[in-house]
């Protein structure tokens, strides 16, 4: 079939993403983060003045990026006097704006995040890489750059947070085998002689996001009751208390540091995120469990929340509204937007209207996707168009409805578009989360096949034309879905991952027993059933691999499955970019690789 013309082009989607995020407020002022695809894909850091003026704290080459964890998180921090410290991704080191940067930390191959700029003191998780990777809590003096160490020996750390009174540090930690998601610990560590308690967590409770209600409580998002909820317990462990018992989530999952789901206000009430997939944005009264969700222009919001006194500031979006670092007046109600992701939007009438759907896979699990129907107001559609299955990567992560333009790329050309929420996704409970446990490569996989045969027996989509396509995690789990039906025309992998043993024994220290949780202890015969490396004798549709040559999480998994599908004659494209890691930033990358996208998926609906 050919392709609708479309106004929206492959640069439009490279190029028009500013992915700002990470907004912080102080005295009519707020700072948040902008990415730079035309810069190389460095990060900066703008500040709007209480007046409204805008600027660019950084300008080319530095980039507010850190490494902790690989994945990073919030990059910087803002003192009482309005200095921002960051993270400049080149050498990892802290440094101060104050007119030209300056660095506060010595040189050495060390990596901060989580960062809180406190009396005169950065506190952070500090990660040094000297032989073995090792992590503890410190503070870094804002003037001399003299490091003190208050908590190790824990092999993560996450949310610091000082108490009122400044004689407590509460924080997260964790250990491996473990993940975030799986199991933590609230500890809180006595400043005046740094002993150290637990309050809360263990080995299966996921605690995350603590937060002091004074000196003595503080609050917390706790997953005991299967849901990630909130919670209030003293700094001793006593007095726990579910502040708003609900099926719903109120954090996600921890994989970059430095998120802020929920906040506690002047007035002592909280504005939380909550919900099941997208996290709608209300206040808490934790006196009287009342929660308000508030009336505003976005569907959902990014767990990355700022207050200042009666304002809010965060990062909120829609289907059909860009990403924005948005500001709310609780007082008066008023929203407004400060900053959008997308600065030029196509006419609404080419984006697509997600449809949030459950359905049954195999043994009756419901699953829960967003469809999105072909949209053009120009074309005439078809009963049963082409569809592709978008999948997620982490996998313990999820897809949510916000405004995407890769989507609307596609919608807008005549094919459809289901995001699947495969079991094992964050957004749906703990249960829904550990259905993956032990059962990645078949639980991903059926789910992800029952919705193709979904879109089929809902006589939504021609049947001789679905593809799939997914980064990462979930390259994985289309490679092993083409290698295990024959339901898809094609597949497209970015940095995908087809085999189980090096990607446990080379990936980066935070994954590194990740494959324990997903699969089990190594064992050859179970890893050759589920990794697609070993299954590729079964693909038997064309397939397009993309990789980045500097990927630290899996540098050489696609071009190995692309040498086994090549011997066995299976069509195959191999895609590789330098400069790029596990994650495309560079426009120049993006436009060639979704070019080459979409002329693979005219080819195999032809």
């Known amino acids: 079939m050919p392709f609708w013309p479309s106004p929206i082009s492959t640069t439009d989607v490279a190029r028009a993403g500013l992915y700002v995020g990470w907004p912080t407020a102080m005295g009519g002022q707020v700072w948040w983060t902008e990415d730079r695809p035309d810069e190389a894909g460095r990060t900066t850091i703008v500040h709007r003045a209480a007046d409204g003026t805008r600027t660019e704290l950084l300008q080319a080459p530095w980039n507010a990026r850190t490494r902790v964890h690989e994945y990073g998180g919030r990059p910087y921090a803002v003192a009482e006097d309005g200095r921002v410290v960051f993270t400049d991704f080149a050498d990892q080191r802290l440094y101060v704006v104050d ?288 569809y592709v299955l978008f999948v997620h990567g982490g996998p313990t992560a999820h897809s949510d409805s916000s405004l995407d333009l890769t989507k609307a790329f596609l919608t807008s050309r005549g094919l459809g578009v289901m995001d699947v929420n495969y079991g094992g996704s964050t957004g749906y409970g703990r249960a829904y ?59 497209v992998s970015y940095y995908g991952i087809s085999a189980l043993a090096p990607l446990a024994a080379h990936t980066h220290d935070f994954e590194s027993r990740y494959v324990e949780w997903l699969v089990g202890q190594e064992d050859p015969d179970v890893y050759a059933a589920r990794e697609p490396l070993s299954l590729a004798a079964g693909v038997s549709c064309p397939m397009l691999l993309l990789q980045g040559l500097d990927d630290p999480v899996v540098p050489e998994q696609s071009a190995g499955f692309a040498e086994a599908l090549s011997e066995r004659g299976v069509p195959c494209t191999y895609l590789a970019f330098d400069g790029e890691s596990h994650g495309f930033r560079r426009a120049e990358t993006r436009t060639a690789a979704l070019a080459a996208e979409l002329a693979f998926y005219q080819q195999i609906f032809a």
């Open 99 to 386: 007119g030209e940067p300056r660095p506060l930390t010595a040189e050495g191959d060390v990596r901060y995040a989580d960062l809180l700029v406190r009396d005169g003191r950065v506190w952070c998780v500090q990660e040094k890489h000297e032989g073995k990777v090792t992590r503890s809590i410190v503070s870094v003096d804002l003037g001399t750059g003299a490091v003190k160490e208050w908590a190790s020996g824990s092999d993560f750390y996450a949310y610091p947070a000082l108490s009122p009174d400044g004689q407590h540090l509460a924080y997260v930690s964790w250990s491996h085998p473990r993940m975030p998601w799986n199991g933590t610990e609230l500890r809180v560590t006595r400043l005046s002689d740094g002993n150290s308690w637990t309050v809360k967590g263990g080995s299966s409770e996921s605690i995350l996001a603590p937060q002091w209600k004074d000196d003595t409580h503080l609050y917390l998002v706790s997953d005991w009751s299967g849901w990630w909820n909130l919670y209030q317990v003293g700094i001793y462990g006593t007095s726990s208390q579910a502040l708003y018992p609900a099926e719903e989530e109120f954090a996600g999952p921890l994989w970059r540091l430095g998120g802020v789901p929920y906040l506690v206000m002047g007035d002592g009430r909280l504005a939380v995120l909550h919900g099941q997939g997208d996290m709608r944005l209300g206040v808490l009264d934790p006196e009287t469990g009342v929660l308000t969700d508030l009336d505003v222009p976005y569907s959902g919001w990014d767990p990355s929340l700022a207050v200042d006194g009666t304002t809010l500031v965060g990062v909120g979006y829609g289907s059909a509204v860009p990403r924005s670092v948005a500001r709310v007046e609780l007082v008066t109600g008023r929203v407004e937007g400060l900053r959008r992701d997308i600065q030029e939007l196509p006419d609404i009438a080419y984006l697509p209207s997600p449809r949030p759907v459950e359905f049954l896979s195999r043994f009756g699990r419901r699953v829960h996707a967003f469809v999105y129907p072909p949209s053009n107001p120009a074309a005439v559609h078809e009963d049963r168009p082409p």
């Open 433 to 491: 989360r550990d259905r993956l446990r032990g059962q990645w490569g078949v639980v991903d996989v059926e789910d992800t096949i029952g919705a193709a045969e979904w879109l089929v027996a809902e006589g939504l989509a021609d049947p001789a034309r679905i593809a799939v396509r997914g980064g990462s995690a979930g390259g994985w789990t289309v490679m092993a879905a083409c290698c295990t039906s024959e339901v898809f025309a094609g597949g």
